[in-house]
C-alpha cells in the first residue's frame, strides 16, 4: 500500500508540474492582433502568416525603430530619418542626415500601407519588406553599424531579452527576429483616414475646388498615381534628368538593363502635403514645382513614359484645384497616432491638429 | 500483493512502449564531406602570393562559397539520398565550416551533387537564419539576393585602391543567375565511403571559358554579365580529390 502512495504522490507532482509548465507557456503567449483590410482596399502582398502580428512584436518593433543605438554612434535611429509628423519621411529635408555628417542619396519616402507593397526603395531593389533594416543599418551614409554589433548591443540588453522572449517566447536574438518584429511595427502604420476616405466612406463631401481637382486627378495622374494607394507601383521615367552629383540611374542600378534608365517608382501621394520636398532626390520643394515640372520643366527622353512624352498640359487652375485634392490625401489621425509614436510617449500627445480645413 | 504485480506489470508495458517510440538504437553512419581550397598543385594558404593560371600574382583574403542541396547517389545507382533545403557556407578560413556531415549508411556511393549557391526561393523570402543569416556579410542589402561566392584578395594587378580584388558573385534571377549545380562522379569501387575530399580550385575562377584578367577585372560587385561569366568559371573549380 505503500508504494501506491509513492505512486500517487508522483502522479499528483507530474500533474502539477505539467499544469505549472503549461500555465507559464499559455502567460508567455504573445497576443495576436487582427491586420484589417480597409474597405475597398486590396489584400495586402505582405505574407502574415510567416509573421504573425502580436502586442509584444509590434512593441519590440517600435521599440527597436526608436532606439539610436542600433546605429553606429547612437544618434541615428529608424525614427530619426523617419518622422511620424511627416507621415514617417525625413520632413523638410531633402536628403536626410546620416552617419558622421553624411547625407543619404536619395529623399526618404514617408512609411504607410507598407503591407501592400512587394518591393521597397525608390529602385525596387529590396524585395521583402523584412530585409529592409538592413540597408540602413549597414550603410556607411546611414546608420553606418555592423550585424554584428547590433546583435551584440541587443543581447547585452536586459529589457530587449525580455522583449524577444515575450515576442517570440524565448530569449534567442537573431537578425530575422529583430528584422521580423520591425516589420510588424511598420506594418501597423496604415493610413486610411483622410478626408479622401472619409468622403470615399459616405462620411465627409468634397468642397467645389476638391471635386473639381478629384475630377482631374482621374484624367491626369490616376493611371500611375492610381487609387486607393496613390501609386500603382511601377517604375517610370518622368522626365527628371540625373543630377550630376548623385549620378542617380534608378530602376537601371538593379536591373541593369538601360531601358530602365532614370525610372523611379511611382511614389504614393497620401499625406503629400506634408512629405515635401518631392521627387526620388528631393529637388522639389513645394508641390507648385512638381507641377511647374509636369508642364514645363520636364526633360522628354527616349524612355520617358508614354504618357508624359509631350509633357503634361495643365492650366494654372487646374494646378490649384488639384492641389486643393491633393490636401484631402492628409490623414491628420495616423500623423498623430500616438501608437507609432516613440515608446512612452503615449501620454503627451496633443489634441491631433486637423489640417484639410 | 496482486495489486503490487499489476503496477508491475503497467510500468513493464509502458517501458516497452517506450522502447518502440524512442529513437533508433543504432548510430547512423555518417559520411563526411570535406572541402580544401587549392591553387593549382599547391593547396591554399589565405595571405600567401601565389602566381594564378593566367600569371597574375595574387594573395588571397577572402573565400567562402554556399554549398546547398546535396544529392548523393550509392554506386548501385539505386539509392539516392537528399538533403533538400540544408545551406552550408564553407569558409577558408575557418576549418569547422569545411567539412559537411551527412547521415548515409555504410555504402560504396557513386556521385555527389550540390548547389554551388543559394536556391532562389531563399533569395526572395525575408530574413533567414544559421548559415543563411545576412550577418555573415553574403547578403546584398540594396539589391536584395545572396552573394554565392566571394573571392578576395589582393594583386600588383588590380589597379584599384589597395590592389584589392573583389568578386562578390551573386544573382538568382532567369538570366543572372550564378548559382551552379556541380556533380562530380566518385572513382568507382566497392568499399563503404566515410569521406569525400573535394578540392575548390581556385585558378578555376581565373581560367575557364572566360578569361578573368584581374587588370581588367579587379571588381564584381553587381549581378550581371561579369558575374555569370565568373559563375560559369566557377562552375568547374570542384574536383574530387580522395575518398576514404
Redesign the interface.
Known amino acids: 500500500m505503500r508504494f501506491c502512495k509513492t505512486i500517487w504522490v508522483v502522479v499528483l507532482l507530474l500533474v502539477t508540474g505539467i499544469a505549472w509548465v503549461a500555465a507559464d507557456n499559455a502567460y508567455f503567449r504573445p497576443r495576436p492582433v487582427k491586420f484589417t483590410v480597409p474597405a475597398g482596399w486590396p489584400q495586402p502582398v505582405y505574407d502574415f502568416k510567416s509573421n504573425p502580428l502580436t502586442q509584444e512584436g509590434i512593441a519590440l518593433g517600435r521599440e527597436l525603430f526608436y532606439d539610436g543605438r542600433l546605429s553606429k554612434d547612437g544618434n541615428f535611429s529608424c525614427g530619426s530619418c523617419h518622422q511620424q509628423f511627416g507621415a514617417f519621411d525625413t520632413y523638410d529635408h531633402n536628403l536626410s542626415h546620416g552617419f558622421d555628417n553624411s547625407f543619404t542619396t536619395r529623399n526618404a519616402p514617408g512609411l504607410f500601407n507598407l503591407a501592400w507593397q512587394k518591393e521597397f526603395m525608390w529602385d525596387g531593389g529590396i524585395n521583402h519588406l523584412d530585409l529592409q533594416p538592413l540597408a540602413p543599418l549597414t550603410a556607411p551614409n546611414e546608420m553606418a553599424e555592423t550585424l554584428e554589433n547590433v546583435m551584440a548591443k541587443l543581447k547585452a540588453d536586459k529589457k530587449y531579452r525580455a522583449m524577444f522572449k515575450a515576442a517570440f517566447g524565448d530569449e534567442t536574438i537573431n537578425t530575422q527576429r529583430m528584422n521580423k518584429a520591425i516589420s510588424q511595427f511598420v506594418l501597423t502604420l496604415v493610413s486610411s483616414n483622410s478626408k479622401y476616405d472619409k468622403v470615399k466612406r459616405g462620411e465627409a463631401s468634397f468642397i467645389l475646388p476638391e471635386q473639381l481637382g478629384y475630377d482631374i486627378f482621374k484624367k491626369k495622374c490616376n493611371s500611375c498615381h492610381t487609387e486607393p494607394l496613390f501609386t500603382d507601383f511601377s517604375y517610370r521615367n518622368t522626365g527628371l534628368k540625373a543630377d550630376p552629383y548623385l549620378n542617380d540611374v534608378g530602376r537601371m542600378k538593379i536591373t541593369g538593363n538601360p531601358a530602365d534608365s532614370l525610372k523611379f517608382r511611382v511614389p504614393s501621394l497620401r499625406n503629400v502635403a506634408r512629405t515635401f520636398p518631392y521627387g526620388h532626390d528631393g529637388r522639389f520643394f513645394s508641390l507648385s514645382s512638381v507641377f511647374e515640372h509636369y508642364r514645363n520643366g520636364m526633360t522628354v527622353m527616349h524612355n520617358t513614359d508614354s504618357l508624359l512624352q509631350h509633357k503634361l498640359a495643365l492650366s494654372n487652375f487646374e494646378i490649384g484645384q488639384l492641389t486643393a485634392f491633393l490636401y484631402t490625401l492628409t490623414d491628420s489621425s495616423f500623423l498623430t497616432n500616438p501608437r507609432f509614436a516613440p515608446p512612452g510617449s503615449e501620454n503627451i500627445g496633443k489634441a491631433p491638429v486637423d489640417i484639410h480645413l | 500483493m496482486n ?2 504485480a499489476k ?1 508491475i506489470a503497467f510500468t513493464g508495458c509502458l517501458a516497452l512502449l517506450l522502447s518502440f517510440t524512442g529513437k533508433h538504437p543504432q548510430e547512423p553512419h555518417v559520411v563526411t564531406l570535406r572541402f580544401h581550397s587549392v591553387i593549382g598543385n599547391h593547396s591554399l594558404e589565405l595571405g600567401r602570393s601565389y602566381v594564378n593560371a593566367l600569371g597574375d600574382t595574387i594573395a588571397v583574403q577572402r573565400f567562402k562559397y554556399y554549398v546547398s542541396n546535396i544529392i548523393i547517389t550509392d554506386a548501385v545507382g539505386k539509392d539516392v539520398y537528399l538533403f533538400p533545403r540544408r545551406y552550408y557556407l564553407v569558409d577558408a578560413e575557418d576549418s569547422a565550416s569545411q567539412s559537411i556531415q551527412l547521415k548515409i549508411p555504410a555504402l560504396p556511393l557513386k556521385q555527389v551533387r550540390f548547389t554551388l549557391g543559394v536556391d532562389s526561393i531563399r ?7 544559421g548559415a543563411l ?3 555573415h556579410g553574403m ?1 546584398w ?5 545572396y552573394i554565392m561566392a566571394k573571392l578576395e584578395g589582393v594583386s600588383s594587378s588590380a589597379h584599384v585602391p589597395g590592389q584589392r580584388f573583389t568578386y562578390h558573385v551573386g544573382g538568382f534571377k532567369a538570366a ?1 543567375n550564378t548559382a551552379r549545380v556541380i556533380t562530380l562522379d566518385l572513382p568507382p569501387g566497392t568499399a563503404p565511403v566515410d569521406e569525400i575530399n573535394i578540392a575548390a580550385d581556385i585558378n578555376a575562377w581565373f581560367k575557364g571559358g572566360f578569361l578573368l584578367k584581374i587588370g581588367e577585372h579587379p571588381i564584381c560587385h ?4 561579369l558575374a555569370v561569366q565568373i559563375a560559369d568559371n566557377y562552375k568547374g573549380m570542384f574536383s574530387i580529390s580522395s575518398v576514404r
Request: proline letters at 8%.
Open positions: 495489486r503490487f503496477y533569395n526572395v523570402s525575408g530574413v533567414q537564419t543569416d545576412p550577418l547578403f542589402t540594396w539589391n536584395s539576393g543572372d553587381s549581378p550581371g554579365g
